[in-house]
């Protein structure tokens, strides 16, 4: 409690501060670092949202397939490496993220792809579908992760 004084009289008030902790819910799936793997994710996103409305569990699996993708085709994965994925769900947001041991130390560009190009979308598909995305390097490897609110 804090009391202001104005000279003749003071005012006092109280100041609330209510901090909330709401319990995320957390699911995590591995698996091998092949083409093989990428409809699996797919599939598991589904399956792990099939509560949520059909425009969150698609961006998120569209999200998931790109993410996955790039795993395969850009990263140590392909050699016999793991991808792991972790789908985390909280009042505001739901969460993905993908982590692989991927060799690259800085972040990936996103960049609009010409329309004819082969290759390239997949980070300007992120870009439009995330509210947020982003990409961390630790010990533990290369996560790419991306935020869709609810």
Not at 126 to 136: K, N, S, T
Request: charged share 30%.
């Amino acid at each position: 409690m804090s009391a202001v004084s104005t000279g003749r009289s003071s005012v006092q008030y109280v100041r609330w501060i209510t901090i909330t902790i709401v319990p995320a819910l957390v699911f995590k799936a591995e698996g091998a670092g092949s083409p093989s793997v990428v409809p699996q994710v797919r599939h598991w996103i589904q399956e792990v949202l099939r509560d949520f409305p059909q425009d969150i569990r698609d961006r998120v699996e569209i999200i998931g397939s790109e993410y996955t993708t790039n795993c395969v085709r850009h990263s140590t994965a392909a050699d016999g490496g793991d991808i792991h994925l972790r789908v985390t769900v909280s009042r505001e947001k739901v969460r993905l993220e993908v982590r692989d041991r991927g060799p690259r130390q800085t972040a990936p560009d996103v960049w609009k792809p010409e329309e004819a190009a082969d290759f390239g979308r997949g980070l300007y598909i992120v870009d439009q579908l995330a509210d947020d995305m982003g990409d961390e390097v630790s010990s533990e490897g290369r996560v790419a992760w991306a935020e869709v609110k609810r």
